[in-house]
């Protein structure tokens, strides 16, 4: 790549992590995951290591943390509060002390003892006491420089005001963690994305009144400046916090060796989901004041401390109950209710357990110690259960034979293709007489790729479906916006722009429209080959007149599974009324049949990436309607691999391998004479 395109990369990268930094600290509304900021913050560094030329202020070699919001007077720290590098294995531990061995000229049998401290994922403050006075508090800001929220940590209880033992140095900077304990997150669980950003937000109200609202804790665990401090040693200093009034970490030892340092871990870990505030590691620091000090720190973290991470993407908890989940289809799904635990920065309290025969083939039981895995955007899943820790009172878990929402039996379907009983027990029930599959039935059809109505989200279908609202898809185009404009939350500017999409969405194309009615079976590709097959939405509704269902058959990919659930959904009376209403309502576009001549006529696409403003639902019907062709995979069937952002590796690269003409989204709409 040439250095002006690196250079480009890297300043893109730079934004971006300015601006998730300015959500993350000025508004608390972060909007991505730790993991993916993480990510990012990597990406940065190994690109300044690689090209030496690459050089920002904003770098994060450069920052700790962000600068102050503006909302606060700003105060410089006497000591800066520096950050700690991160270890994720035992070979890191073992370099970490291998480094701190040969720095301090010891040889390598010479014993470390450290202090194990639990990582509390909260937000770090430093505390100035003059005389056993608290008198100022500030934010850690930049690490240089910090808010003044002296006014809002005066609320926390934790914080003595007031120190009056002899022992107590004249002027100290105490510094720890103020955080929000999980039992106490559960009623902020609908402003805040986990608990940490709750304890930030609320330690920057601009009135302190509001910060007392919100239950705060403080655990001690360092200090900043400091007049005569006589402990030679953290675990004393830790003790004597202790008898000063500050509350420390009951999980807090002092161990020496790589393994005991692992054996702790392990056992912290296991403990974690028992503990009611977030921890995402554990932090060790060299015992010994003295040898700190001869360590000192290295850009903006100290040589004598490291916080070794727990996975992000996995976490031992406990399941609470086991509930049942019913979907569009019928489908049961149990689901684990776990204790909440913080896997890569999201409070993970759900975790998925597919199927009846996922929790017989592990045996998953209610009060089950278990793995959580949490990858991505993907639900997160039971890994193992650890039977050792099984209570002796716990039972098998029944699955049960009768919807929980309708009573009607549930059955496990025969599949006559594959010749097998289905791993999915269904509720029995025809579609709209089971409340839960009537409301998925609703979000489907409201979905992205359905009817796609904007402000029109699966929330909000809950809540109108509860205020008797809508009951079935026609109800959508006859709301009833007086009323809706009463309810809170609702004004008339929000009513008017729901009326609108609403409005907007009653012209649909054929395939969309059967998409939406959530046949069995029938997603997005057969949607499509039913509209081509049927062309109009009268012909499509006619189909409940015909003697039989066999000619759907000559429709290449519609097989007898497919066809045997639109004969279901015609033979339901419901189903047909909904047809006939909606038909009334909207304006369903005939199918377009294929565009033999076109702007991209003989020319194959792929996307890769995101594109901007555009799903790829909708450049694939771009593409197809002018005549061109879309694949699925970089062969040197391909024509142009149209690049989004951040595309994938492989498929660029395969592209360039196979010289196929890399385009991107203005380009492509170029093509079509169309811009952006
Ligand atoms: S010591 C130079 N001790 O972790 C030492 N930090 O990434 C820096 N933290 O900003 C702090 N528990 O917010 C220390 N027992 C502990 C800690 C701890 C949590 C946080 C703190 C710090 C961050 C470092």
């Not at 503006?70 to 480094?99: C, G, I, Q, T, W």
């Not at 403080?218 to 916090?241: H, V």
């Not at 027990?425 to 009537?438: A, H, P, V």
Request: hydrophobic share 35%.
């Amino acid at each position: 790549m040439k250095n002006i395109k690196i250079l480009e990369k890297y300043k893109k990268k730079i934004e971006l992590l300015k601006k998730f930094n300015k959500q993350y600290y000025d508004s608390n509304k972060p909007s991505v995951s730790d993991s993916e900021y993480d990510e990012l913050k990597k990406e940065i560094l190994s690109l300044e290591t690689k090209y030496k030329f690459l050089k920002s202020k904003d770098s994060p070699s450069k920052l700790v943390g962000y600068k102050p919001s503006k909302n606060f007077k700003k105060d410089y720290h006497r000591v800066p509060m520096l950050s700690l590098a991160n270890a994720f294995s035992e070979d890191d531990l073992v370099n970490f002390e291998k480094k701190i061995l040969n720095f301090l000229s010891k040889d390598k049998n010479y014993k470390i003892s450290y202090s194990a401290e639990p990582k509390i994922d909260g937000i770090s403050a430093s505390l100035t006491y003059k005389d056993g006075y608290f008198e100022r508090g500030l934010s850690r800001g930049d690490g240089k420089e910090g808010e003044d929220i002296t006014a809002n940590l005066a609320t926390i209880k934790d914080i003595p005001k007031k120190i009056l033992d002899k022992d107590f140095p004249k002027d100290i900077d105490i510094r720890g963690e103020v955080f929000i304990q999980n039992s106490d997150f559960e009623n902020l669980k609908e402003k805040f994305a986990n608990p940490r950003n709750a304890a930030s937000g609320s330690l920057r109200q601009k009135n302190s009144e509001d910060t007392k609202k919100i239950p705060l804790n403080f655990i001690a665990y360092t200090f900043g400046f400091e007049n005569n401090l006589k402990q030679k040693k953290q675990s004393e200093y830790l003790k004597k916090l202790d008898e000063w009034g500050f509350k420390t970490n009951p999980l807090n030892k002092t161990i020496s060796g790589v393994k005991n340092l692992i054996q702790n871990y392990n056992e912290v870990e296991q403990q974690r989901a028992n503990l009611d505030f977030d921890i995402d590691g554990i932090v060790y620091k060299v015992n010994d004041f003295e040898l700190q000090k001869r360590l000192g720190h290295i850009a903006n973290a100290p040589r004598w401390a490291i916080a070794h991470k727990f996975s992000s993407n996995k976490a031992i908890s406990k399941i609470l109950d086991i509930d049942i989940q019913i979907g569009r289809t019928g489908a049961l799904t149990p689901v684990a209710k776990i204790k909440p635990i913080n896997i890569g920065g999201v409070l993970v309290s759900n975790a998925t357990l597919h199927n009846e025969d996922e929790i017989n083939r592990k045996d998953i039981r209610i009060g089950d110690t278990v793995t959580v895995e949490r990858a991505g955007d993907v639900i997160p899943h039971i890994l193992s259960v650890d039977i050792k820790k099984r209570p002796n009172s716990s039972s098998k878990f029944i699955f049960p034979n009768k919807c929980p929402s309708c009573g009607s039996k549930t059955v496990k379907e025969f599949n006559k293709v594959t010749k097998k009983t289905d791993a999915v027990r269904r509720c029995s029930s025809e579609g709209y007489f089971c409340n839960k599959i009537s409301i998925e039935k609703l979000k489907h059809f409201v979905s992205k790729e359905a009817f796609n109505i904007d402000g029109l989200g699966k929330k909000i279908i809950e809540g109108f479906w509860k205020l008797k609202l809508l009951k079935f898809p026609q109800d959508i185009f006859k709301l009833d916006y007086k009323k809706i404009e009463r309810l809170e939350g609702w004004g008339s500017l929000s009513v008017e722009n729901l009326k609108y999409s609403i409005n907007q969405k009653k012209t649909i194309s054929l395939e969309k429209f059967i998409f939406s009615l959530g046949i069995r079976h029938i997603g997005l590709e057969n949607a499509k080959l039913l509209s081509k097959h049927f062309i109009s939405f009268s012909n499509f509704k006619n189909l409940s007149k015909a003697k039989s269902y066999n000619d759907l058959l000559n429709i290449d990919g519609i097989g007898e599974t497919q066809v045997g659930s639109i004969k279901n959904f015609f033979a339901n009376d419901l189903n047909l009324k909904i047809l006939s209403e909606l038909g009334k309502i909207l304006e369903i576009k005939n199918a377009v049949v294929n565009q033999t001549n076109g702007l991209l006529k003989n020319k194959s696409f792929l996307v890769t990436g995101k594109l901007d403003g555009v799903s790829r639902a909708e450049i694939k019907s771009l593409i197809e309607e002018n005549a061109g062709i879309t694949v699925s995979s970089v062969s040197n069937k391909l024509n142009y691999l149209i690049v989004g952002d951040k595309p994938t590796k492989r498929k660029l690269d395969s592209a360039k391998e196979l010289k196929i003409k890399i385009i991107n989204q203005d380009e492509f709409l170029k093509m079509l004479n169309k811009t952006s």
